[in-house]
């Protein structure tokens, strides 16, 4: 059964301090917070355009919702309890810091039917914490994790790469230690200096260089590879692409592209292409429909880099994890893990 979120975005309202990479406004394209008569509204507007076989959650997105006032939070979860009890929603996602989980408020959360938590990690790495304004021990993030999933909640996890002080290897090793935790699901969104930050100011005093798309996507192939290896369903890779964000002067700078995750996709299975065509002289590639755009990369790079050694045809016996090539079958695991094996400075973009 399909999934869809009803976005609610509770702008920064909740949030302890301005991380230096954030502006709520132009991130989540709301300018106001939401009232209890805002909130019916909008799931009233969704329920009536998504489809009644479905699975919904209705999302609290955009600030630190347990950073709000206990009173608040409950009267913002109570206003979605007939929404469950008539079936029309299943359950309610919340966004929050991992410093603002407590035995307490994941009890509440359980109670008000709350079936998925996404913590806003960004990274494990203490200089990088203390240079994005973030302050909290990494202690506090194995310990929300902990407190989530005993509850029987799933847990998301959220990590920004090429953020302040971050390098290809830290950002890695933020990956391995998310691993560790265990969640259910992962969003990864590469840094973008967006307009109204400190990170701005840091950008054009020359304190902090922004990630070029190549290197993001060096960055975030290898934790996407890993993540996927490791069961972890990364449901979101780079920013929504807003209307606002999308405004003339809105990003900076950054790795902004709205098909992000597509071209990592690309990127991972030239590289496989490429690792065969070490050994062999063609490529005779059979895959399921599904997944021929996956390998022909984004606007068909992958066609045009290969060539006419390259061959493409449509079989729909395939299962959606298989390819073959000349006459061999691979699993997609296979060949995300071929991409945890590649050498760190390897660029094919």
Do not use: W
């Amino acid at each position: 059964m399909k999934h869809y979120n009803i976005p609610v975005f509770i702008s920064h309202f909740g949030c302890p301090n301005d991380c230096v990479f954030c502006n709520q406004k132009k991130i989540n394209g709301r300018e106001t917070d939401v009232s209890l008569d805002d909130l019916k509204d909008i799931i009233e507007s969704y329920l009536k355009t998504l489809p009644k076989k479905s699975k919904k959650e209705v999302a609290f997105f955009g600030g630190t919702f347990t950073g709000i006032s206990l009173a608040l939070q409950k009267e913002y979860l109570e206003v979605v309890q007939d929404y469950i009890k008539n079936g029309d929603v299943e359950g309610i996602r919340i966004s929050t810091r991992p410093d603002y989980i407590t035995k307490e408020i994941v009890d509440m959360l359980k109670e008000y039917g709350v079936t998925t938590v996404e913590l806003g990690v960004q990274s494990i790495d203490p200089k990088v914490l203390k240079a994005t304004a973030r302050y909290y021990p990494v202690e506090k993030v194995e310990y929300a994790s902990k407190l989530i999933k005993e509850a029987g909640i799933e847990l998301g996890i959220q990590v920004m790469i090429g953020l302040p002080e971050s390098t290809f290897e830290s950002d890695f090793e933020t990956a391995k230690k998310v691993v560790s935790l265990k969640p259910e699901i992962a969003r990864i969104y590469p840094t973008l200096v967006i307009k109204e930050t400190e990170m701005a100011d840091m950008y054009r005093r020359g304190t902090y260089k922004a990630l070029s798309l190549d290197e993001a996507v060096e960055r975030c192939r290898k934790i996407y590879s890993l993540f996927e290896i490791e069961g972890i369903n990364v449901i979101r890779v780079g920013l929504q692409p807003s209307d606002d964000l999308r405004e003339d002067g809105n990003v900076i700078a950054g790795p902004f592209h709205p098909a992000f995750r597509e071209i990592i996709e690309g990127e991972i299975y030239y590289s496989f292409l490429k690792r065969i065509l070490e050994s062999e002289e063609k490529l005779e590639v059979r895959v399921n429909e599904k997944n021929v755009s996956r390998i022909v990369g984004i606007n068909k790079i992958n066609r045009v880099r290969l060539g006419r050694i390259f061959e493409i045809k449509i079989d729909n016996s395939f299962e959606l994890n298989e390819i073959q090539v000349n006459e061999k079958t691979y699993f997609r695991k296979e060949i995300l893990e071929g991409e945890l094996n590649e050498p760190d400075n390897n660029k094919h973009r």
